[in-house]
């Protein structure tokens, strides 16, 4: 009887010190600043843990759309001390956490990255994050995104003959397989210089994605498998390692490809400057061939050149595959918007002389309205629908309010897109919000699809070159029509804007 009470009483203890814990740590100016902000109920030691608690991909993203609307804006969720979360939703927190040139440090969850991508340009930070930055500019100078146009339209030729296959056949298109096919053929032989035909693994390395994006967020809704040493313990980081093998086996076939075809022509790349790369456009230069020459001048190891194409493999293609996906089933539905764009891109290709018809990239700046409506569609279905930054350093909002250091900034794109006040009646497709004189009216970080301020994605110019060079060559030749319904997708938080169920729509030739 006397071990049961002594049992008791330590138990009782334990609990009494755990509560005095809670209850100094919600004194402290973190959870009095953050609590300013609207959340769930905390709770006492498990503040508002209950609330994520072991969600699966599909309730993540569907409660991630019902908080903004229950509490009206952006909201908090708080553990401790040690691990509080600010939810942006709104342009009047986003602007001072994307502007700052203080706060550009990506949050803890992409330390989840690291085994996957590395510390390249995305995950890296402070120094290595600027060496990186400046060295990969000149990679994505608008002479260089010129010539990656004549490798958008070979690889969208090859595009259109699988659609043709779909329309002979009289089937639907699925469009996540086809456009992240593309979409991965076309940043290999663009930024690696590297047809992906002469390298092995690019199919299953498009079915890892689907999968490491599962565990991710498996361990993000599970508080204690943020510890390293639990992840290993109870066999998650053995699970995950296991996927990442046909994934990095593929990246590593690239840079082994590259480097070979590198020091066979050592004159032609001893050549290479940022100065001639800007000055022959004819010469097709990718970005790996700018790491391997940094490499030679010992600007950056083999663990870096990994790190870079891991990134850019991932980044360059699920992103775009993406975007397109949700173009081309947004433009199935918006049966006049097609059609504008249509008679836009019909007028100038019947203005070209007959014997070159071929577009340039000089006449997408032409199509104004093409441009609006992929904006709006980028706006609608943002490819990356979350970021997060480490907030180093308080930030004080216009109302008073304070982000203290050391808060998590969850930036929900897709969310922040929906603001009411920036986009009134915001879930209907309008290409005219994207009008010069609606452009200037609102905000600049009120759209954000490649992110903004210091840490913007290094190539959105290289995204809509390839958005526009697809849409252009598809419609012009086909007519397209919704077959999957809005209700019907199964939405689910991921790396990028993705669905468990195929997103289909059907071509049909004009």
């Given at each position: ?58 309730k ?48 803890r ?33 608008f ?15 090859q ?117 001639n ?12 061939d ?6 030679q ?12 194409v ?6 360059g ?27 836009e891109?019909?007028q ?29 569609c ?8 979350f ?9 004080v ?6 982000i ?38 609102r ?35 086909y ?32």
């Amino acid at each position: 009887m006397d071990i049961l009470t002594n049992w008791w009483f330590a138990v009782l203890a334990i609990v009494i010190v755990l509560l005095v814990w809670d209850a100094i740590d919600k004194s402290g100016r973190q959870y009095r600043a953050i609590n300013k902000f609207p959340g769930p109920p905390s709770l006492p030691l498990i503040g508002t843990l209950g609330e994520i608690l072991f969600m699966d991909q599909a309730k993540t993203f569907e409660w991630a759309r019902k908080w903004p609307k229950r509490y009206g804006g952006s909201y908090r969720f708080w553990i401790n001390s040690s691990l509080y979360v600010l939810n942006v939703v709104r342009v009047r927190e986003a602007e001072p956490i994307l502007s700052s040139t203080k706060n550009i440090d990506k949050s803890r969850f992409y330390k989840f990255l690291h085994p996957f991508l590395g510390l390249g340009l995305l995950n890296s930070t402070g120094p290595k994050w600027m060496h990186r930055r400046r060295m990969l500019t000149p990679s994505f100078h608008f002479n260089i995104l010129n010539g990656f146009h004549r490798t958008f339209v070979e690889e969208c030729d090859q595009l259109m003959s699988t659609l043709d296959e779909h329309v002979d056949k009289g089937v639907p298109t699925a469009l996540q397989p086809v456009m992240s096919k593309f979409t991965l053929n076309t940043i290999c032989e663009t930024s690696m210089g590297v047809k992906l035909s002469t390298v092995a693994g690019a199919d299953i390395y498009r079915a890892k994605l689907y999968e490491i994006g599962e565990a991710l967020i498996h361990r993000l809704m599970r508080p204690w498998l943020l510890n390293d040493f639990l992840c290993l313990l109870t066999g998650y980081k053995a699970a995950f390692d296991k996927l990442l093998l046909p994934v990095h086996s593929f990246t590593t076939g690239i840079i082994n490809k590259k480097r070979e075809q590198f020091q066979s022509s050592t004159e032609q790349y001893s050549e290479l400057t940022e100065e001639n790369i800007y000055l022959n456009p004819k010469k097709r230069y990718a970005m790996l061939d700018t790491l391997l020459l940094a490499e030679q001048k010992q600007l950056i190891d083999a663990a870096g050149i990994r790190e870079e194409v891991d990134t850019f493999a991932f980044e360059g293609h699920d992103t775009t595959a993406a975007a397109l996906v949700f173009i081309f089933f947004t433009l199935a539905r918006e049966q006049a918007v097609q059609d504008r764009i249509y008679h836009e891109i019909r007028q100038i290709f019947n203005n070209k002389p007959q014997s070159d018809r071929a577009f340039t990239p000089q006449d997408y700046t032409e199509m104004k309205f093409l441009d609006r409506a992929l904006k709006e569609c980028l706006r609608l279905w943002p490819p990356v629908a979350f970021i997060s930054r480490n907030i180093s350093e308080d930030i004080v909002l216009e109302d008073g309010n304070l982000i203290p250091a050391g808060c998590i900034a969850n930036i929900h794109i897709l969310d922040l897109h929906r603001d009411p006040e920036q986009f009134p009646d915001p879930d209907r497709f309008d290409a005219d919000r994207f009008l010069p004189e609606e452009v200037d009216r609102r905000n600049p970080y009120a759209y954000v699809p490649f992110s903004a301020g210091p840490r913007n994605c290094i190539g959105q110019k290289y995204a809509m070159m390839e958005l526009k060079v697809v849409v252009v060559n598809a419609l012009l030749k086909y007519r397209v029509h919704p077959v999957t319904r809005l209700e019907e997708i199964n939405f689910v938080a991921d790396l990028v804007l993705r669905s468990t169920n195929p997103i289909e729509v059907r071509f049909e030739r004009r």
